[in-house]
């Protein structure tokens, strides 16, 4: 099967209006169909595996596995983040069900090529473009709801025909994105991309990574509180890191957000302080990967760079995401407050 080649692979930072709204009007129908009757029996694969069900086809061979692809297209409308989000959670019910992944690239061709999705990969357009492939939805259902995920599950078995790609539902959510991390991690360390980095640390510092996510303009206060941590929570982390980390380097702390460097004074305390509010959203996720420490927000747009990272990440509980059961995770409280000793007994070896 032909391998996605990222050198070719289409730019889609302008999408069409007419696939907008195509997109747009999918997600309208999907969400009003969540939790009904419709949730499933719109779908024509939900009835296909009700038709099939009793006919014993749900144990499918091995070699007609392998010819199975599963993918789930990012969100074009979406911050990287998300998009990471989705194809993310493509990736893990692709081995969850036992078949192949496919790759969907991500609105720009520059996202796919800096983390290493795609590479070693097949590419979905490329099946989707073959005829002897069959194109199959695939319902939107609640990761978190095993009776419904079992029912995908069966769905996708019921079809023991060869060359099927399945199409996840547009932003089919999976809360567990950590259990892919080490996959993540591989592809980022392991891609071609790497041999062009430029890394502004300097090498004989331990560099502190901050991330913090500002309010955006049209989130109501109700959001940004589920969301969002004030600016206390992170001078409160570094405070404790910067008191409890043991090392005989001169220490250096990058701020990534947006705004003024006024709209951070809760930071003026600390030296080395190093104030990164224009750099690029590729440039700041690398860093943050790099980072010997990273103070992560409640954010994707950080937290997929903590799950790459072979660095000591501090993150916050309540974030929706949950994390690795590893110890170079840190867990802190709305706070910002963390166990110590924890920390103190992590060894920084980068």
């Not at 889609?12 to 419709?38: C, D, L, M």
């Not at 014993?56 to 297209?73: A, G, M, Q």
């Not at 305390?269 to 959203?281: I, V």
Request: net charge positive; glycine share 4%; proline share 4%.
């Amino acid at each position: 099967m032909k391998q996605v080649n990222l050198a070719q692979t289409p730019n889609y930072g302008h999408e069409a209006k007419w696939k907008k709204a195509k997109r747009k009007i999918n997600s309208i129908i999907v969400e009003t169909i969540e939790n009904t009757p419709f949730q499933f029996r719109l779908y024509r694969s939900y009835w296909h595996y009700k038709l099939t069900a009793n006919k014993k086809t749900v144990n499918v061979s091995t070699e007609i596995r392998k010819t199975h692809y599963l993918t789930e297209k990012p969100n074009y409308g979406a911050g990287i983040g998300h998009q990471l989000a989705n194809w993310n959670t493509g990736l893990f019910f692709a081995g969850y069900f036992n078949i192949q992944f496919a790759h969907s690239p991500f609105s720009t061709r520059k996202w796919d090529y800096f983390l290493g999705l795609g590479q070693g990969e097949v590419n979905a357009a490329d099946l989707e473009k073959n005829r002897l492939f069959k194109i199959v939805r695939l319902p939107r259902f609640d990761s978190t709801n095993a009776a419904q995920v079992l029912l995908v599950k069966n769905i996708v078995a019921s079809y023991n025909r060869s060359n099927i790609l399945f199409r996840m539902e547009s932003d089919q959510a999976y809360e567990k994105q950590w259990e892919t991390y080490k996959i993540l991690s591989q592809k980022f360390f392991s891609a071609e991309a790497r041999q062009k980095d430029k890394i502004i640390f300097a090498p004989d510092s331990l560099n502190i990574a901050i991330h913090i996510r500002r309010r955006m303009k049209i989130e109501s206060l109700e959001t940004w509180k589920s969301r969002g941590l004030e600016n206390k929570y992170y001078s409160n982390a570094l405070s404790q890191l910067l008191a409890t980390i043991k090392t005989t380097k001169k220490i250096d702390i990058y701020l990534f957000s947006q705004g003024p460097v006024e709209d951070f004074p809760e930071f003026s305390q600390f030296e080395n302080m190093h104030y990164k509010m224009d750099m690029g959203p590729v440039e700041s996720v690398l860093h943050m990967i790099y980072a010997d420490v990273l103070i992560s927000s409640k954010s994707s747009f950080s937290y997929k760079p903590a799950l790459i990272s072979k660095g000591i990440k501090i993150c916050p509980v309540t974030f929706w995401h949950q994390y690795p059961p590893t110890p170079d995770f840190i867990m802190a409280d709305n706070d910002g407050n963390f166990d110590n000793s924890q920390l103190a007994a992590l060894t920084i070896t980068r």
